[in-house]
């Protein structure tokens, strides 16, 4: 029986496994790799930062459904100078490379961040474009101009890799994986959650407090596989991250399949914050039954009927 190896590439990055978890999900990452094992990571996502401090929306801000989740947070965050003062210093010692995630309102603001971010020492920033433009109110990611500028202007002031994670509501995620490829982005993470609403029968209220919220959990892969598939097949030489509803390492397959290099993890951790020992196993194991010596080798192998 072949041995496998979980060791992959994305981009310029050299990552020991595919598994990355995901922003939002493991905190600042340091509180969570006090009771994870965090050595079967390729990497793991920081919660995003701001230029300042953002407060979040008030409570409450998550709601469980039948099948995976919504949240509403708000993106609370301290703003980039106390990240670098308080939490940079906690991931130096982690095992496991640190992402950092960036928002903004504008492509100068994301383009701070990423400069903090990368003074603080982070693998690689995740371009979180689900944000909001000041100017307009439309989501970056909706827009290949848009998101092409924000991904420049980070480009501009730093040398870390730049990963731009995209809305899977987007209108053509093509061509904004386009733009912000032709921009300077060295990966792209497919996908932030999808737009939901969940409503209480016993008040007739939203279940959270923002009323539409994002959604995540396994509902969410068809949607972000069929980003990821489509966006591979067009753009070959753009390096893609898997990303929504991940819960097993057949879901890891999956997207690897369709055209991942490297697959996040997310919601699971809520309910399991181990989740990634036993989805490296199930991985593993499924490797071998496809005769596959490692991630690599299955990676865009879907077929046409």
Known sequence: MAQVALSTSLGPLALRTPL????????????WASVADVSVYGAAVAKSVAPEEWKGR???????????MLNSIGIQNPGIEAWIAETAPRLKDLDVPVWGSAVGGTPQEFAAVAAGLEAGGVAAIEVNLSCPNLDDGEMFSFDPRQSAEVVASIREVTTTPIGAKLSPDTPDIVAVARACQQAGADFVVLTNTARGFGVSISDARPLISGGVGGYSGPGLKP???RCV???????????????????TGADVVEYLIAGAAAVE???VHFAEPRAGVRIAKELTKILVRLGATSPEEIVGSVQPW
């Open 229 to 247: 598939y489509e966006v591979s097949r067009e753009l070959p030489s753009l390096p893609v991250v898997g990303c929504g509803g991940v819960m």
């Open 223 to 225: 949607l972000s596989l």
């Open 58 to 68: 008030s409570p409450p801000r998550v709601a469980p459904l039948p099948v995976g």
């Open 265 to 267: 993890i997310g919601t």
């Open 20 to 31: 990355i978890a995901a922003s939002g999900t493991v905190g600042s990452v340091w509180e």
